[in-house]
C-alpha cells in the first residue's frame, strides 16, 4: 500500500450506511424506507423507458436530466422555481456530496448538529473541511441563536435525523437572513412527512440567494432504489454545482431514474396519499408505543425516535431480531438509549406492538 493512501485511508472514516438483510422476511423498519409501493405510473415509465428489447440502455442518457429538471420546476412553479434552480443527482446523498464540495469548503468551519445525518463528518473527512458540531437543545430541537456565529456554511436537515424534530420555517429563515455570506443547506429529505401543508423552506429560495433546499425522491416517493435527489436554489450556486458534477461524471443519473423520475414527480395524488398514510400510521404508532411506557420525540418524519425508560436499547433492539423486526439503534453518546423505528405499514406496526408486548 501506497504511504499516501495509508495516511489517507486512516483519515476517511466511512459512512456506514443501515443494514440491507438479505432475508426478505425480516419486518424492515430500520432505514426510512417508505412501506408502499411507487407510483405505478413511475414504474410504467420505467418499464416503457427499458422497452421490450432494452435498446434504448445502448444510448448515453440526458447529461442535463432536463426532463427531470422540468417536472421539478413545474412541481415548485408556485414557488417561482424555474429549471435553472434545479440540480438533480443520483439519489440525495450525491447531491450532498457535491453540495460539501462545491459550496461549503471555506476557510471557517461549517456548522451542522452533534446529532444529526452521519453521512455529514463523513464529506467533512473526505473533502477536508473543518466543522464545529453545534449542541442540540435538551428536547433535541436545533437551537436557531446557535447558528448566527461566524461559519463556513451550515447544513442540518429539517426534520432532523435521527430524531425526527421539526425546525419551524421562521427559524429557519431567521438562519438563512442572519448569514448572508454563508451558504445555508436545508436537508428536507423527510419534509413531506411533517404536515399536510408542508413547511418546506423551497419558497424562500426566490428571497435568499444562500439558501440551498436539498430533497429526495427515496422516502415520500417510495423510490429509494431508484436513487433520484434533488436541490433547488439561486441559479449560481446550481451552476457551480454542476460544474462539480461535470467534473466527476457528466450522466448523474441513468435513463430509467430520469423516467421513472419524471413520472413521479407527476403523479401528485400517489405522493398525497402515500405521505398521508405514513403520517396517520406515524399518529397511531406513536399513541401505541406510549400507551406502552415510551418516551417519543415528537416526529414529522417517516421514523420515530424513541426510549423505553426500563429497558436498554441495545438489548431491546436484539430482542427485536430476535422476532424478525430490525430498528436501527446507534451505538453514540447522548443518544445510545434510543430507537430510531421507521414507519412500516399497518401490518408491520402491529407487528411491532405485539412483538415489543411480548419484550415487556
Ligand atoms: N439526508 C438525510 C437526512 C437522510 O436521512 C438520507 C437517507 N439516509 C439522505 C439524505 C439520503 O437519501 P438518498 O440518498 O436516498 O436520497
Not at 413547511?199 to 435568499?208: E, H, K, M, S
Not at 444562500?210 to 423510490?223: A, D, E, G, P
Not at 408505543?289 to 438489548?315: E, K, M, W, Y
Not at 436501527?328 to 423505528?341: E, N, S, V
Request: charge should be negative; aromatic fraction near 8%; hydrophobic fraction near 45%.
Amino acid at each position: 500500500m501506497s504511504k499516501y493512501w495509508s495516511a489517507v485511508a486512516r483519515k476517511l472514516i466511512p459512512y456506514v450506511p443501515g443494514e440491507q438483510p438479505k432475508l426478505s422476511q425480516l419486518v424492515k423498519l430500520n432505514t426510512n424506507e417508505n412501506p408502499y409501493p411507487p407510483s405505478e405510473r413511475a414504474v410504467a415509465a420505467i418499464a416503457g423507458e427499458l422497452g421490450e428489447d432494452g435498446g434504448k440502455l445502448r444510448l448515453y442518457p440526458d447529461p442535463n436530466g432536463d426532463r427531470l429538471k422540468a417536472a421539478i420546476a413545474s412541481f415548485y412553479a408556485a414557488d417561482g422555481v424555474s429549471a435553472a434552480n434545479v440540480f438533480v443527482g443520483n439519489g440525495s446523498d450525491e447531491v450532498l456530496a457535491h453540495v460539501f464540495q462545491a459550496l461549503l469548503k471555506h476557510e471557517r468551519p461549517i456548522l451542522f448538529p452533534d446529532i444529526t445525518y452521519s453521512f455529514y463528518p463523513v464529506y467533512c473527512g473526505l473533502y477536508e473541511i473543518e466543522h464545529v458540531a453545534v449542541p442540540l437543545a435538551d428536547d433535541f430541537s436545533i437551537v436557531a441563536d446557535d447558528y448566527l456565529r461566524p461559519n463556513g456554511g451550515i447544513i442540518f436537515p429539517n426534520p432532523n435525523a435521527p430524531t425526527g424534530r421539526l425546525l419551524p420555517l421562521a427559524e429557519i429563515e431567521r438562519i438563512v437572513a442572519s448569514n448572508p455570506d454563508s451558504v445555508v443547506v436545508i436537508d428536507e429529505a423527510y419534509i413531506d412527512f411533517a404536515a399536510e401543508a408542508v413547511p418546506t423552506a423551497i419558497p424562500l429560495v426566490a428571497r435568499y440567494p444562500n439558501l440551498l433546499v436539498v430533497h429526495t425522491l427515496s422516502k415520500s416517493r417510495s423510490l429509494a432504489g431508484l436513487r433520484v435527489g434533488f436541490a433547488i436554489g439561486d441559479a449560481q450556486l446550481i451552476e457551480a454545482l454542476e460544474r462539480v458534477k461535470n467534473s466527476f461524471n457528466s450522466y448523474p443519473l441513468d435513463r430509467l431514474a430520469i423516467a421513472g423520475g419524471v413520472a413521479a414527480m407527476n403523479d401528485r395524488v400517489h405522493y398525497d396519499t402515500t405521505r398521508r398514510a405514513v403520517m396517520n400510521s406515524r399518529e397511531q404508532l406513536t399513541r401505541d408505543l406510549h400507551s406502552l411506557g415510551f418516551d417519543i420525540v415528537p416526529s414529522a418524519a417517516n421514523f420515530i425516535f424513541v426510549r423505553h425508560p426500563q429497558l436498554d436499547a441495545a438489548t431491546l433492539a436484539s430482542a427485536l431480531r430476535e422476532r424478525a423486526i430490525i430498528v436501527r439503534h446507534f451505538r453514540l453518546p447522548r443518544i445510545d438509549q434510543y430507537l430510531r423505528i421507521t414507519i412500516g405499514t399497518d401490518d408491520q406496526c402491529t407487528a411491532l406492538l405485539s412483538a415489543l408486548r411480548e419484550i415487556l
